[in-house]
């Protein structure tokens, strides 16, 4: 275990964006998407696809584990330029980059249950807006995905807080408790409540793990010991890979012992697996395609649910139409909703660095993922068709 204090931020994660971040963003939510429209009517009976399809559900742990990665970098950058972290200017960050998207998600779905074309419960429409889907065992489909946005929202609010009162010494020993804790977690389910077997995958307290990984991933690479034992294990990354997908389409941890370490295994894999894309990313990673994906999966991920849909035979649930509608919606909610509110809170922020209030870290790392990281030697001309795209990533966030 790391017992030195976090040093600063290194000089690599400090400079310019790192565009296979974007790029592992884009991995994980084009994951997801397979995995619901690999069920969906006309999708090609093509096998490779459907067995990549069954194990889609890996991309909300990449989310996860970015997430934890990314916050944490952000929360450790501000503390280190300012002196100190400000849990207003996080939440008030956080909410310009969440809830327009997420509020007119929920219009969209509210006039979808109107006019008859979806069905969710009162519960529903309360776990939504209280960010509680994770708790509710059979949601309405187009809800159905909040869930993880559930998860994130919770570790919003335990996280920061946490990373306040802890000392900085501390970190690595308690994200290591927190990891050890998901599998505890998960066998008091099975001892306790096995009928709810089903929901580890869901719960907050029994998913937290997954974000911790990311976490004490961005807390190792300010100490010496620390990077040097992530650049070593990062060097190994296609086996990584190879391991992980091999496992995962296989099924080689089932039943409860699956369910009991699984969720860690895929965690700390992944946890290595974006440290090497910050470090030594593939090229397709950093394709302009990719970066674009990657910059608007959140409202990607937010708009597929309803027309990748393998319970609904109408039209707009079939392939490849679904998809098509799934990723307009995507572009109008990413032009439209996202990034006039993105503008809005970067005015604010620049109003407030104009007075004595030192910058705060740039809010970019963790939700469409605008991935801060070593500049690039190809220069910005290299990403112009993707900013033509989706625009100039946004310089927040957070998101699935």
Known sequence: MLRSRTGPEPDWLSRGRIPALDGLRAVAVLLVCLAHAHRTTDFPSLGPLHRL????????????VLSGFLITTLLLREHEQ??????????????????????????????????GFAKPSAWDWAAAVTYTMNFVPRPAWELGH??????????????????????????????????????????AVLIWWPAEARMTDLWTFTRLDSIAAGCLVAVLARSPLGFRTLDVLGRWWPAAFVLLVAGLAAGTLSGKMGILVTPTVVALTL???????ARRAPRWLEARVMVAVGVGSYSLYLWQQPFLNPHCEGWYAR???????????????????????????????ARGRSGNTPAPAPDGLSDVLPASV???????????????????????????
Request: charged share 15%; proline share 8%; net charge positive.
């Open 319 to 349: 392939f490849p139409q679904n998809l098509i509608l799934a990723g307009s919606c995507a572009l109008a909610s990413y032009w439209l909703v996202e990034k006039p509110f993105l503008r809005i809170k970067s005015r604010l922020e």
């Open 374 to 400: 070593p500049s690039d030697p190809r220069g910005a001309e290299y990403f112009a068709p993707a900013a033509r795209l989706v625009g100039d990533p946004p310089k927040a966030g957070m998101e699935p």
């Open 146 to 187: 909040l869930w993880s946005l559930s998860v994130e929202e919770h570790f919003y609010l335990i996280w920061p807080v946490t990373f306040l009162v802890v000392p900085r010494r501390a970190l690595p020993g308690v994200l290591a408790g927190t990891l050890a804790l998901g599998p505890l977690a998960r066998l």
């Open 271 to 277: 946890g290595v697996l974006v440290w090497a894309a």
């Open 53 to 64: 399809g069954s194990i889609g559900s890996v991309g909300v742990d990449i989310f996860f």
């Open 82 to 115: 300012t002196g100190r972290t400000s849990l207003g200017g996080f939440y008030l960050r956080r909410s310009f980059r969440i809830l327009p998207a997420y509020v007119c998600f929920m219009a969209f779905v509210a006039a979808l249950s109107w006019y």
